[in-house]
């Protein structure tokens, strides 16, 4: 099975930066889009930054220029380093895999020209 596990969140000054990891196990990271979505309070989960299976890079425009995204595909690991940082960058952070045949009931969500539907437990990102 998929495993996702998100951690390097907290609480943060604005202008402050943060570094996410989400190790994975259970699929070759290599051949799948992986991304981080994001979930603030009362809002929809959003797409933020993903890699497709080409290694090509996509990114929300709201975190253009100050995000970067990326994967250690040896070790499974994707990153997301987050530089100045903005109270409107509050919410929980989400480690993404791609899916192909997604059971009933999963969220899938789409991000550049992947469909994300494998999901970890999130990681809360405090920018206060």
């Known amino acids: 099975d998929v495993q996702l596990v998100e951690s390097g969140g907290g609480l943060v000054q604005p202008g402050g930066s943060l570094r996410l990891s989400c190790a994975g196990s259970?699929?070759?990271?290599?051949?799948?889009?992986m991304g981080w979505f994001r979930q603030a309070p009362g809002k929809e989960r959003e797409g933020v930054a993903a890699f497709d299976s080409d290694g090509d890079t996509t990114y929300a425009d709201s975190v253009k220029g100050r995000f970067t995204v990326s994967r250690d595909n040896a070790k499974n690991t994707l990153y997301l380093q987050m530089d100045s940082l903005r109270p409107e960058d509050t919410a929980m952070y989400y480690c993404a895999l791609q899916v192909f045949d997604p059971r009933p009931g999963t969220r899938v969500l789409p991000l550049g020209s992947c469909q994300f539907g494998n999901w970890g437990q999130g990681t809360q990102v405090t920018v206060s």
């Open positions: 259970g699929y070759t990271s290599s051949i799948y889009c």
